[in-house]
């Protein structure tokens, strides 16, 4: 908790969004590319949010991870199961809202867990893709996995991510909330940040200041040294 702390700080925090939303990381299309938007709110919606869309399968590749054909067939294969268990979980669960994700017997996270191992049973599709895809089914509640994310929350073990950023969240859905408040007031781009969810706004503050810095130049300022994450009490 107290990693997130220091990942959240400053105005480090803001500057991380405002890069990553600022048109320089195809990232910042993931959660909206090929949909359409509610007229009244300008919030992207999914118009199949029980099954995987080819744009579903597409999005992989602005966050590195593209798919191949083959891998695209099957997974359009295991879409009727999918549809099933996705079919559960309410498309306005939060992740702050939910029941605690320590108990994966029982709902929502019995079917979430169910639709996490069904995706990997393909050739191909790993941790990383399967919770990218889930993700982009149910943006405010299923967190993606990457390992720079895991780093900078110090995730030690494979099957606690959900518990750990969960209470991150929730222990910091003030903070989150007015970071996402001050992007969408700096950027007037309704189809990729109206609608963001606490979940995305963290993971993105958080990857950014551990690794996604580095990757342009002039991103400096919002970098945590390892150092400072270690030290966090």
Known sequence: ??????????????????LYFGGRYTGAWFDA????TDPASGVPVDQEPNRLTIEDLLSLSLLDVPLQPREMIDLFE????????????????TLGGAPSACDLTET????????????????GVGRTRASKLLARKRPHL????????????GMRGPDNDWVIV??????????????????????????????????RVLDVIVWMRVHGADLIGGGEIV??????????P
């Not at 991150?168 to 992007?183: F, I, Y």
């Not at 970098?223 to 966090?232: D, F, G, M, T």
Request: glycine content about 10%; proline content about 3%; some cysteine.
């Open 33 to 36: 590319v090929g949909r359409g």
């Open 223 to 232: 970098k945590v040294s390892p150092r400072s994450l270690i030290r966090a």
């Open 108 to 123: 929502p996270w019995a079917s979430a867990d169910e639709a996490h191992r069904l995706l990997r049973t393909v050739s």
């Open 166 to 199: 969960q209470d991150v969240v929730v222990a910091h859905a003030d903070r989150l909330q007015d970071l996402g408040d001050q992007l969408r007031g700096n950027h007037r781009d309704a189809g990729r940040i109206d609608g963001l969810s606490l979940l």
């Open 78 to 93: 295991v879409n009727r199961d999918l549809d099933h268990l996705l079919g559960r979980i309410s498309c306005r669960l």
């Open 142 to 153: 299923i967190p993606i996995w990457d390992r720079h994310v895991a780093e900078g929350l």
């Open 1 to 18: 908790m107290a990693r997130a702390g220091v990942l959240l700080a400053g105005d480090e925090a803001l500057a991380a969004l405002d």
